[in-house]
């Protein structure tokens, strides 16, 4: 059975450069591009045309640079914006405008002193006034988590009747849980007249920690396209990450779920997003993080040692990690003594391996964490007899 195609929307050079202290420079901005374009993501969201003469000048050159993918320009219900943006696009061998307006409540009393009506209004005339510029239009319903279904399924059906290609439905503030989110889709999947002329779109905030596992809950309800960013960068805590629901979709087949990203390019397109951008991938991040493969604890040690299998579903060379790391610390057991000390080329006996492993423990209660220089120093602190194989 043929799998479902996923699209991956990436708002890296967007939403990702909000975070404070992020910016980046024309320059950096063409390569993240370019490498992205080739990791196989399906539209880049370029930035927010309006926003400044450096982002609409950004927007234009990854326009006329990028080969493969949709490019795209975030605008307001604003007819301005959408000008801007069309401009910005016009070199864009495939073009999207992202235009919206906040459907919640609270957005709608708060931030807009308007009403639900109005809103519709507004949300129809935005996406009517792009789709004069562009065929593909994508609408945003801002804070659509905290939206009740009912109104949001009107949105949906005035801007697709509008001419919407996609409908991008935002748990603005992180607050859904999965179960909720997945609902929502569904719900309006089933309710929305004329939804089969749109695709409909995940954009999740991971204020609760829960971005991916709604983007995820989405898609399985209906979605067929997910926005996020590479190593999950964004405002507060950040979006969605893309490696993360990459790697779930290609590491669950029973979902009929894929995507068209190269994940062997994942690793080093985190680390060059990670040098570029000034921030630092933490260490136990899911798919990227110098942890991901990494087993210090003897059990696991011996388990991956033994068969790789055993405490690692994903192979590292799948999203371009060389291999599994076995670091060796204080709770460390013989077996990984054994595998590191062979690979620096040492082959010890069991009896051997005995006296290293009591005067390993001694240095590994002071140092913490044993390197391959290391090892030779405590191999001739033993007292053993024994010649390098190397």
């Known amino acids: ?123 129809v005339d935005a996406v009517s006034y792009a789709k004069t510029f562009v065929e593909d239009v994508e609408f945003y319903a801002e804070d659509a988590g905290r939206t009740d279904n009912e109104f949001l399924a009107r949105v949906c059906e005035a801007v697709v009747k509008a001419g919407a290609t996609v409908l991008n439905i935002p748990d603005t503030t992180g607050y859904c849980l999965p179960d909720e989110y997945g609902a929502k889709i569904k719900y309006l999947k089933e309710n929305v007249t004329g939804i089969h002329k749109a695709i409909l779109s995940c954009h999740c905030h991971n204020d609760l920690g829960l971005a991916t596992a709604n983007s995820i809950a989405g898609v399985i309800n209906g979605a067929r396209q997910i926005e996020c960013t590479i190593n999950g960068i964004g405002e507060r805590a950040g979006n969605t990450s893309l490696e993360e629901v990459v790697m779930i979709l290609r590491q669950h087949p029973s979902l009929n779920l894929d995507t068209n990203i190269n994940s062997k390019l994942l690793f080093d397109t985190s680390q060059m997003v990670s040098q570029k951008m000034g921030m630092m991938v933490q260490p136990n991040k899911a798919i990227v993080g110098a942890n991901a493969f990494a087993h210090s604890s003897g059990i696991h040690q011996d388990g991956v040692i033994k068969n790789r299998e055993t405490y690692e579903i994903i192979d590292p060379a799948d999203v371009g990690v060389n291999e599994s790391s076995i670091v060796l610390t204080a709770r460390s057991g013989r077996a990984a003594l054994a595998y590191r000390a062979k690979l620096v080329g040492y082959e010890l006996t069991k009896l051997q391996l005995d006296e290293v492993y009591q005067e390993f423990l001694k240095f590994a209660d002071i140092h913490k964490e044993i390197s391959d220089q290391d090892i030779p120093k405590i191999i001739e602190a033993s007292n053993i007899s024994i010649e390098s194989i190397s």
């Not at 967007?14 to 370019?34: F, H, M, N, S, T």
């Not at 050159?61 to 493969?68: A, P």
């Open 1 to 123: 059975m043929s799998k479902d195609k996923v699209q991956i929307f990436d708002t890296t050079l967007r939403d990702g450069e909000q975070v404070p202290g992020c910016k980046l420079d024309a320059e950096q901005k063409l390569v993240i591009a370019e490498r992205l374009d080739y990791l196989g993501v399906d539209i880049i969201e370029a930035g927010f045309p309006i926003s400044s003469p450096g982002d609409f000048k950004s927007v234009s050159q990854i326009s006329d640079l990028v080969k493969n993918a949709t490019v795209c320009g975030l605008t307001r219900a604003v007819r301005k914006d959408i000008e801007v943006a069309a401009e910005a696009l016009k070199s864009a061998k495939r073009a999207r405008i992202h235009t919206g307006i906040g459907t919640s409540d609270s957005h709608i009393k708060f931030k807009f002193n308007s009403n639900r009506d109005a809103i519709i209004e507004r949300a």
